[in-house]
C-alpha cells in the first residue's frame, strides 16, 4: 500500500487511528483459525462517514477491506487473504438505545455480547443469541456470521432478532434495511441477505435488534451417561416427549476429560457422555418441564446406560458448570498443538449416527476427534486434533474433514450451522449448494462489490482467487 493511500486514509481517520507498524499489523493478522495473514494497514474508523470515505478511497485504489470484530472466527471470515487494510470495528462500540417498552434495542457493531445482554438483562430483557464467546465477540461478528449458541434450541439464531441493519456498502454509500416493527414485508428482505453474509457485502454500523422479555425461573440438570451414543439418543427422545430446553449440550467422553477441572464434581470412572440441559419460563411451566424431564430419565428399563441425573442446586454450581461448557475448545490443545474446528448440523434424530462416524473415523485414522455443541438442535462440533507441522497428520486432518463432509451431507445436513464459511470450507461449498445457486450468489456479489474490494476471498474461493491475487497485487507496497 503506497505512501499516498496511507496519507489520505491519515486524513480520514486520524493518523492516530491507522497502523502500519509490522508489530501492530501482527496483531491482526490471524483470527480464531490460527491462519495468519499479514495486512497492509489497520484503520479504527469512528464513524460511519468514515467507512464510507474508506470505501470510496479503496474502489478508486483497488485495495481490499476486511471488516473485524473480535476475531474469535473460526473459519478465517476477517483475515486479510489478499493484503489490504483491516477495518477493525472496536471504535463503534456504543448500545444507543435499549426500549424497554417496545422490546428494541440499537447497537453499533463493536459492543461485546455479553456486555449487551447484561445491560437489557437490567431492564428486565433477554437477547437470547449467546455464542460461546460473548465475553469477547462483537455484535457486528455475529450478525456478519448469523452465530448461534446453546440457548439456539428453543430460542433461535442471531437472524431471528435482527431487526434491521445500518451497512456501508462497497461503493462507500449508505443503506439502511428492515424496521422496528414486529411485522415489515415492504421489498426484499435486505437484512436477512445482509445477516450471515461474513462481510462479503457491506460493512454494518447500526444493528436493530427485538428483545424478549427475561424469563424468571431457570433449572439446570446433568444428565450422565455409559457412553456418547446414549446421550445422542437421549437427545431426541427428550425433544419427542414434548419438552423444550432453552439449551441441551452434549459433551463426549474426550471432551469431558479435557475440562474435568473446571467441573464442580466427580464423574463415574465409566462416564461416556453428558448432557446439560436447562429448561426455563415463569415458575409453573419451569417446574413442569423440570418434572417431566426428571420422569423421563427415570426410566431406567428403556435406558439402563443412565447412570446418574443430578439438578445444579444453586447460581455457582450453573455457572462452574457453564464455566466447563465454554472452556472445552480452548481446552483441547491439552491433547494436540492444533485442531481443525467444524459445526456441522445434522437432523436431530441422526445424531447418534454422527456420533458413531466420528468414533469410527477417529479409529480408523489413528487421530483424536472429540465432539460436543449444541445437539439440542443437531449443530454438533468436531474438532480434530493434530500437529500441522506433522505433514502426515496434517494429510489425515485433511482426509477426515473431507469424510465428514461429505457424511454430513449423506445425512440431509449441513456443514455450517454457526461458523460461516470464510475461507476454511469454501473448497467444500460444492459439496451442498447446486451450482444454480453459487451462481446466484457470486451474482449477487458483483452487484454489490463489481471491483470485488470488500473482503476477497471468501465463501467462494474458487471465484475470488483471481480477483483476490489482482487485488492484492495493486495492494502491496
Known amino acids: 500500500m503506497n505512501k499516498n493511500i496511507i496519507k489520505k486514509l491519515q486524513d480520514i481517520v486520524g493518523a492516530k487511528y491507522l497502523a502500519t507498524a509490522r508489530e501492530d499489523l501482527m496483531c491482526y493478522s490471524y483470527d480464531g483459525t490460527g491462519q495468519e495473514y499479514m495486512p497492509s494497514a489497520v484503520a479504527f474508523p469512528g464513524s460511519a462517514a468514515e467507512i464510507s470515505s474508506i470505501m470510496k478511497l479503496a474502489n478508486q485504489e483497488l485495495f481490499p477491506v476486511i471488516p473485524r470484530g473480535a476475531g474469535t472466527g473460526m473459519t478465517g471470515g476477517s483475515l486479510p487473504v489478499a493484503g489490504g487494510l483491516v477495518l477493525v470495528m472496536s471504535r463503534l462500540n456504543r448500545i444507543l438505545e435499549i426500549d424497554a417498552e417496545n422490546q428494541v434495542a440499537e447497537v453499533e457493531p463493536g459492543v461485546i455480547t455479553g456486555q449487551f445482554q447484561s445491560a437489557v438483562r437490567k431492564q428486565g430483557l433477554f437477547y437470547p443469541p449467546d455464542p460461546a464467546s460473548h465475553n469477547f465477540c462483537t455484535m457486528g461478528g455475529n450478525v456478519a456470521e448469523c452465530s448461534g449458541g446453546p440457548s439456539a434450541v428453543k430460542y433461535g439464531v442471531t437472524r431471528d432478532y435482527i431487526l434491521g441493519l445500518e451497512v456501508?456498502?462497497?461503493?462507500?454509500?449508505?443503506?439502511?434495511?428492515?424496521?422496528?416493527?414486529?411485522?415489515?414485508?415492504?421489498?426484499?428482505?435486505?437484512?436477512?441477505?445482509?445477516?450471515?453474509?461474513?462481510?462479503?457485502?457491506?460493512?454494518?454500523?447500526?444493528i436493530t435488534v427485538r428483545l424478549l422479555a427475561l424469563p424468571t425461573h431457570k433449572k439446570t440438570y446433568l444428565v450422565l451417561c455409559d457412553s456418547i451414543r446414549l446421550a445422542a439418543v437421549l437427545v431426541a427422545e427428550i425433544l419427542k416427549s414434548g419438552i423444550l430446553p432453552n439449551t441441551l449440550e452434549y459433551m463426549d467422553q474426550t471432551a469431558l476429560h479435557v475440562v474435568n477441572d473446571y467441573l464442580p464434581l466427580e464423574l463415574p470412572h465409566n462416564t461416556g457422555g453428558l448432557l446439560l440441559v436447562e429448561v426455563d419460563g415463569n415458575e409453573r411451566s419451569t417446574e413442569e418441564q423440570g418434572e417431566k424431564l426428571l420422569k423421563l430419565l427415570a426410566d431406567r428399563q428403556a435406558y439402563p446406560g443412565i447412570l446418574e441425573v443430578r439438578q445444579a442446586n444453586n447460581d455457582k454450581e450453573v455457572k462452574d458448570l457453564w464455566k466447563a461448557r465454554r472452556s472445552i475448545s480452548p481446552a483441547t490443545f491439552k491433547l494436540r498443538p492444533h485442531k481443525i474446528s467444524e459445526d456441522v448440523v445434522v437432523p436431530k434424530t441422526k445424531i447418534p449416527r454422527l456420533v458413531d462416524f466420528t468414533e469410527k473415523l477417529s479409529r480408523e485414522l489413528g487421530m483424536i476427534i472429540l465432539t460436543f455443541g449444541h445437539a439440542g438442535d443437531g449443530n454438533i462440533h468436531v474438532n480434530i486434533m493434530l500437529d500441522k507441522n506433522d505433514p502426515e497428520e496434517n494429510r489425515k486432518g485433511e482426509t477426515a474433514k473431507r469424510r465428514l463432509f461429505e457424511y454430513v451431507m449423506s445425512l440431509s445436513g449441513t456443514l455450517s450451522g454457526e461458523h460461516g464459511i470464510g475461507i476454511t470450507k469454501a473448497p467444500f461449498l460444492g459439496l451442498e449448494l447446486d451450482e444454480a445457486s453459487l451462481k446466484l450468489m457470486r451474482n449477487i456479489k458483483k452487484v454489490f462489490d463489481p471491483n470485488n474490494i470488500l473482503n476477497p476471498g471468501k465463501i467462494f474461493a474458487e471465484h475470488n482467487d483471481s480477483a483476490a491475487k489482482t487485488l492484492k497485487t495493486a495492494s502491496s507496497p
Open 168 to 206: 456501508v456498502l462497497p461503493d462507500g454509500k449508505l443503506l439502511h434495511t428492515g424496521v422496528r416493527t414486529a411485522k415489515g414485508v415492504v421489498g426484499y428482505d435486505l437484512t436477512r441477505l445482509i445477516t450471515g453474509s461474513e462481510g462479503t457485502l457491506g460493512i454494518i454500523t447500526k
